[in-house]
Nanobody
Framework: QVQLVESGGGLVQPGGSLRLSCVVS??????????MGWYRQAPGKERELVAT???????NYADSVKGRFTISRDVAKNTVYLQMESLKSEDTAVYYC???????????????WGQGTQVTVSS
């Protein structure tokens, strides 16, 4: 099976920075990854898109994080990163990694999610 594993969350003060990582592990040869992204969910709110990156390298960001967050990838390491700068209290949420994939064995698209990593911004 293919799994997404996030890491890098923690407690930071406002204005601080964090770097989240998402590693795609398992039977990677069974899938093609079309795009990956980061989502977040704060208490009492719906999960929202933070940033995405396609297989071609195109990126998109939520308006609330533009200029502060950067999504990047290392294809050889099967890893996607989210560099977060100038963090605000409203960035506090559980951050989830997502992969939009095509299963080469089952011949169908599959959307994969990690378990999430907590980011808390507080003084």
């Amino acid at each position: 099976q293919v799994q997404l594993v996030e890491s890098g969350g923690g407690l930071v003060q406002p204005g601080g920075s964090l770097r989240l990582s998402c590693v795609v592990s398992g039977s990677i040869f069974r899938i093609n990854i079309n795009a990956m992204g980061w989502y977040r969910q704060a208490p009492g709110k719906e999960r929202e898109l933070v940033a995405t990156i396609t297989s071609g390298g195109s990126t998109n960001y939520a308006d609330s994080v533009k200029g502060r967050f950067t999504i990047s990838r290392d294809v050889a390491k099967n890893t996607v990163y989210l560099q977060m700068e100038s963090l605000k209290s409203e960035d506090t949420a559980v951050y989830y990694c997502n992969a939009d994939t095509f299963n080469r064995v089952l011949l169908r698209p599959m959307n994969l999610w990690g378990q999430g990593t907590q980011v808390t911004v507080s003084s």
